[in-house]
C-alpha cells in the first residue's frame, strides 16, 4: 500500500512539473516572438503583443490576483528586454485584473470572436496605459527637447493601439485555445 501511495505521489508530482514547464516554456516563446518580426506579421511596423495575449489566456478563468502577479511578471520581464521608461507591468497587470474580472465563462461565449475581442480590446487598453506613461514621463522631464510632445506621442499611440490590437486579435485564438486547453485538461485531473 505504501508504494502505490509514493508511486501516485511521483505521478502528481511529474503531472505538476510537466504543467510548470509547459506554462513557462510558453511564455519564453512568447518572450522569443515578441521582438520576431515574420513576414506578413507586420502592420505598420508593429507585430501583435504576445505577453498580452498570454495574460489573456491566462487571466480568463482565474482569480484576478492571478492575473494582477501573472501581468506584473510578464511586463517585467519585458522591461528587462526592451529597457524602457515606462513599466509594461502597469499595463499587463490592469489587463490580467479586468480579464479575470470578465468571468468570461459566464457572460461570454468561449469562441474565436469573443477571444478576439477581447484581446483587442485589452490591447487597446495596454497601448492606451502605456501612453500615458510617456505622457507623464515627457512632462517630468527637464529637458523636452530629448523627448516626444504630449501630441506627438498620442499621434504615434493612436496608431500603435490600433495596429497592435488588430494584429494581437488575430493571433489570440492561436495561442488561447493550446494553452486554455492544456489547461483545463490538467485543472480537470487534479
Not at 1 to 25: D, E, K
Request: proline share 4%; charged share 15%; glycine share 6%.
Amino acid at each position: 500500500m505504501a508504494n502505490t501511495r509514493s508511486i501516485l505521489g511521483w505521478h502528481a508530482f511529474s503531472r505538476r512539473a510537466l504543467n510548470w514547464a509547459v506554462t513557462i516554456g510558453s511564455v519564453m516563446l512568447c518572450l522569443l516572438l515578441l521582438p520576431t518580426r515574420f513576414p506578413g506579421m507586420e502592420l505598420f511596423g508593429m507585430a501583435p503583443n504576445w505577453l498580452l495575449i498570454w495574460v489573456v489566456a491566462w487571466s480568463v478563468k482565474r482569480s484576478m490576483w492571478e492575473g494582477a502577479v501573472a501581468g506584473i511578471v510578464l511586463g517585467l520581464l519585458q522591461d528587462g528586454m526592451v529597457a524602457d521608461v515606462p513599466t509594461r507591468a502597469i499595463s499587463l497587470a490592469v489587463v490580467g485584473m479586468l480579464t479575470a474580472r470578465l468571468q468570461k465563462q459566464r457572460y461570454i461565449q468561449e469562441d474565436f470572436i469573443s477571444v478576439a475581442l477581447i484581446v483587442f480590446g485589452m490591447s487597446v487598453l495596454a497601448d492606451t496605459i502605456t501612453a500615458i506613461q510617456f505622457s507623464i514621463y515627457s512632462l517630468r522631464l527637464p529637458d523636452r527637447a530629448s523627448f516626444l510632445s504630449i501630441e506627438e506621442i498620442w499621434d504615434y499611440y493612436q496608431q500603435v493601439a490600433l495596429a497592435s490590437a488588430v494584429l494581437s486579435s488575430l493571433w489570440g485564438p492561436v495561442l488561447y485555445y493550446p494553452l486554455n486547453h492544456w489547461w483545463e485538461r490538467q485543472r480537470d485531473r487534479t
